[in-house]
C-alpha cells in the first residue's frame, strides 16, 4: 500500500461525510444520498470520482453554487417524457429524481426518459443507470459539462469529455455496466494523480499549448484527449445535444466549471433512460443468455501475458467487495483537508 494514502472504512465515511453536507446546509436526506454516491465511486474503484471531490463538493454547498435549497420541478411531462428543471441541485439529486421518473414511466409504458437542465456535476453516470438495472430495467445515463476536450491538433477545448453510462440486469452476480466518458480518462483521474504527486501518461492531455504532458496540473490548465480521436469527439457532441440541445438546457462553452467557477451553479444537463426488459424477455432467459455471453468472451484465446476479458462492471463489483471489507483508500492529502473541515464544523462523526 501507497504511504500516500490510508484506508478507512466506508461506512464511516459516507456517514462523516453526509454529516458534513448536512453542515454546509443540505437537506439530510439529500446529503445522505449525495455522500451515498460519492462513497459508492471509491467502492467501485472509480476514486477521481469519490472522496477526493468532497472539499470541492462542500465550498461549492457552502457557496450555494450547489443550491441548498432547490425547488426542482417538472416543467414539461409527455406519456413517457419529463423534462426537469433542477433549480441549481446537487447533480446526485436532480440525477437520481431523473432516473427514478424514468424507471416510474417504463414500467407504465415500457420505457421512460427524462432531461434534466440547470443543475450541477452528478459524479459518475453509472450511479443512475445502475437503479434501472436494479429494477429489472436496461439503464442509459448522461450528462454534459463545458468543453475540456481539445480535437486533435487544437489549442481550445470544443466540447466536454461528457461520460455516458449503459447498465443491463444479467441476473448473475453483477449487472453489465459500462461506464465512460469520453476523453481518453476522466478529468478527476487528474486531480488524483496531483493530488497523490504522481505523472500521468503522455496521451492523456495536453498542456494550454496544446503541447503534450506528463504534469497532472498542466494538463487541468490545458486539454484533454478525446478518446478515439474524432470518433470519440463524435460521440461527445451527440451526450452534448442529448443533455443540453434538445432539453433546452445549456451546451458547450454556455456552462461553467465547478473547478473555474466554483461560485456559481455549473447549469449542466442529464439526460436519462429505462428500458423495461420485462416487455422484451423473462428473467431465466435473460439470465442464460447473458451467461453464454459472460462464458465466450471469457473465454477468448488471449495473447501470452494478456488478462481475460471481463464484462464492463465485473471489476468494479470485484472491488467492492475487497474496499467493503479492507477499507477505501484515502490520500493524506485529502485527509488532512477533511481533519480540517471537522474541526471546523464540528463534526461529530468519525473520521479514521
Not at 71 to 84: D, E, G, N, W
Not at 316 to 327: H, V
Amino acid at each position: 500500500m501507497s504511504e500516500a494514502v490510508q484506508l478507512i472504512d466506508f461506512n464511516t465515511l459516507r456517514t462523516f461525510v453526509a454529516e458534513l453536507f448536512a453542515a454546509g446546509g443540505m437537506r439530510g436526506e439529500e446529503a445522505s444520498w449525495f455522500a451515498a454516491t460519492i462513497i459508492q465511486a471509491n467502492l467501485w474503484g472509480i476514486d477521481s470520482h469519490g472522496i477526493i471531490r468532497v472539499p470541492t463538493y462542500f465550498k461549492r454547498i457552502l457557496k450555494n453554487a450547489i443550491n441548498r435549497d432547490a425547488k426542482i420541478q417538472t416543467i414539461r411531462k409527455a406519456p413517457a417524457v419529463t423534462l426537469i428543471d433542477a433549480d441549481g441541485a446537487a447533480g446526485a439529486v436532480a440525477g437520481k429524481l431523473a432516473m427514478e421518473q424514468a424507471i416510474e414511466d417504463a414500467r407504465r409504458h415500457g420505457i421512460g426518459v427524462a432531461g434534466v437542465i440547470n443543475s450541477n456535476h452528478f459524479g459518475a453516470a453509472a450511479l443512475y443507470s445502475q437503479l434501472a438495472a436494479k429494477q429489472g430495467m436496461i439503464g442509459l445515463s448522461m450528462t454534459n459539462v463545458m468543453p475540456l476536450i481539445a480535437a486533435p491538433g487544437a489549442k481550445a477545448a470544443v466540447v466536454g469529455n461528457n461520460p455516458f453510462s449503459i447498465a443491463i440486469p444479467t441476473y448473475c452476480d453483477f449487472p453489465f455496466i459500462l461506464d465512460m466518458s469520453l476523453s481518453v480518462v476522466a478529468g478527476g483521474k487528474l486531480h488524483l494523480a496531483a493530488a497523490k504527486g504522481e505523472k500521468i501518461p503522455y496521451g492523456w492531455g495536453v498542456d494550454p499549448d496544446g503541447q503534450p504532458t506528463d504534469d497532472p496540473q498542466k494538463a487541468l490548465e490545458g486539454f484533454l484527449l478525446p478518446v478515439g480521436g474524432y470518433k470519440g469527439l463524435g460521440l461527445a457532441y451527440a451526450v452534448d445535444i442529448l443533455s443540453g440541445v434538445i432539453t433546452g438546457g445549456l451546451f458547450v462553452d454556455q456552462m461553467r466549471s465547478m473547478y473555474h467557477d466554483p461560485d456559481v451553479p455549473s447549469l449542466t444537463g442529464h439526460f436519462m433512460a429505462a428500458l423495461d426488459l420485462s416487455t422484451w424477455i423473462e428473467p431465466d432467459e435473460m439470465r442464460r443468455r447473458m451467461t453464454y455471453y459472460h462464458d465466450f468472451i471469457q473465454h477468448v484465446s488471449m495473447a501470452d501475458g494478456a488478462a481475460p476479458l471481463v464484462f464492463p462492471g465485473e471489476l468494479e463489483a470485484n472491488q467492492e467487495k475487497k474496499r467493503s471489507k479492507e477499507g477505501i483508500p484515502v490520500p493524506l492529502t485529502t485527509l488532512k483537508t477533511l481533519s480540517e473541515m471537522k474541526k471546523a464544523y464540528d463534526i461529530k462523526a468519525e473520521l479514521v
